[in-house]
C-alpha cells in the first residue's frame, strides 16, 4: 500500500520560511519523480515544484516561487521536501505531495498524500 504522508503545515507569517516534509512507503522511492502542488480555495491544483527520480538531478519550478524555494529528496529515508522562503499570503494553500512513477525506469503509478495546510498570514 502506497503511502505519502506530508508534515509541517501550518500557519507561517508574511515573510517567514516553511518546510514541509513528505514521507514515502510503499513503492521504490528512488524510481519515483517526486513533486509540490497545492490548491487555494476556488482554484485549480497547480504544481508548485517538481523533482526528477534517481539522484534528483533534474528540478521545476511554478515562477511565483522559483526564486525562494527548493525542492530536495533524500533516497535513504524516502524522503522529500520543500524549502520555501520569503513566504506570501498568495502561497496560502493545501499543498500536496505526489508521486508519479518513471517509466524509464520501469516504475508505474500516480499517488498523493492527505495534504497539508498552509496558512500565511500575519
Known amino acids: 500500500q502506497v503511502q505519502l504522508v506530508e508534515s509541517g503545515g501550518g500557519l507561517v507569517q508574511p515573510g517567514e520560511s516553511l518546510r514541509l516534509s513528505c514521507a514515502a512507503s510503499?513503492?521504490?522511492?528512488?524510481?519515483?519523480?517526486m513533486g509540490w502542488y497545492r490548491q487555494a480555495p476556488g482554484r485549480q491544483r497547480e504544481s508548485v515544484a517538481s523533482?526528477?527520480?534517481?539522484?534528483?538531478?533534474?528540478?521545476g519550478y511554478l515562477d511565483s516561487v522559483k526564486d525562494r524555494s527548493t525542492i530536495s529528496r533524500d533516497n535513504a529515508k524516502n524522503m522529500v521536501y520543500l524549502q520555501m522562503d520569503r513566504v506570501k499570503p498568495e502561497d496560502t494553500a493545501v499543498y500536496y505531495c505526489?508521486?508519479?512513477?518513471?517509466?524509464?525506469?520501469?516504475?508505474?503509478?500516480?499517488?498523493w498524500g492527505q495534504g497539508a495546510q498552509i496558512s500565511v498570514s500575519s
Open positions: 510503499g513503492i521504490i522511492f528512488s524510481l519515483y519523480g
Open positions: 505526489n508521486a508519479k512513477g518513471d517509466w524509464a525506469r520501469g516504475a508505474r503509478g500516480d499517488y
Open positions: 523533482i526528477s527520480s534517481g539522484g534528483g538531478g533534474t528540478t
